[in-house]
């Protein structure tokens, strides 16, 4: 399978734990995004890498979230100190050029 | 800033009949992307269809077709001949390199429903 994968594909942790996620592109996508999804709604822009540098970042992504991609290949998200709040979909997706390809996403759930 | 709109949260249809989803967006941009995204309950975000701005043709992809109307910013999608496997939360997105640097910008979604 070539597509995007994520991992883990479900994760429940109590509040105030970190988080981290992974996100696998199609291998030969240059570009990365992360969103968020919550129930109901379309995914919300959190950040995006152009290969290993990260060049833009949503007002959603606060001080406790951060994003790497070593090595322009695979990227992770990680969260601080979670919170209640943070119970979502994460989306992972990549693109060379127009059409991004979504990975199955990881559903997070803070207790 | 960049938005969509999708005016209908939820559409039924018949089994082999045709239905129309509804989208418009406001850009000030003049060369962007569009799409209509397919999530069915607890699966991924499937690219349906795409539109490049600058091209006149509408789009088409097996069926699923769309009419972009580039004056009235707006981008209905039509399936016809509808599957029970079609039923799902369709997403509209706008794309453009510009202000938005590249991330997609949804909409709230229509969730389609198929009737046997």
């Known amino acids: 399978d070539t597509g995007v994968s994520q991992n883990p594909r479900h994760k429940i942790t109590k509040r105030g734990q970190n988080v981290t996620f992974r996100c696998d592109p199609i291998s030969e996508h240059n570009r990365l995004y992360w969103y968020r999804q919550t129930l109901g709604q379309g995914p919300e822009f959190l950040t995006y890498f152009q290969n290993e540098a990260q060049l833009e970042k949503s007002r959603l992504l606060s001080d406790r979230f951060s994003a790497e991609r070593p090595k322009g290949s695979f990227s992770t998200l990680e969260i601080q100190r979670t919170e209640q709040g943070d119970s979502a979909m994460y989306l992972c997706?990549?693109?060379?050029?127009?059409?991004?390809?979504f990975g199955p996403g990881t559903r997070l759930t803070v207790l | 800033a960049q938005t969509v709109t999708q005016s209908q949260p939820e559409m039924s249809v018949q089994e082999a009949e045709t239905v129309t989803l509804s989208c418009t967006y406001d850009?000030?941009?003049?060369?962007?992307?569009l799409f209509w995204y397919k999530q069915p309950p607890s699966r991924q975000m499937i690219l349906v269809i795409r539109?490049?701005?600058?091209?006149?043709q509408n789009a088409t992809e097996n069926r699923f077709s769309v009419n972009f109307q580039k004056a009235a910013k707006s981008f209905s999608l039509k399936i016809s001949d509808s599957q029970l496997g079609d039923a799902a939360m369709y997403f509209c997105a706008y794309f453009d390199y510009g202000g938005s640097q590249g991330n997609l910008i949804f909409g709230k979604g229509t969730k389609l429903s198929v009737k046997p």
């Open positions: 539109q490049e701005a600058y091209k006149q």
């Open positions: 850009t000030s941009e003049s060369d962007y992307y």
């Open positions: 997706a990549s693109s060379l050029v127009g059409g991004q390809f």
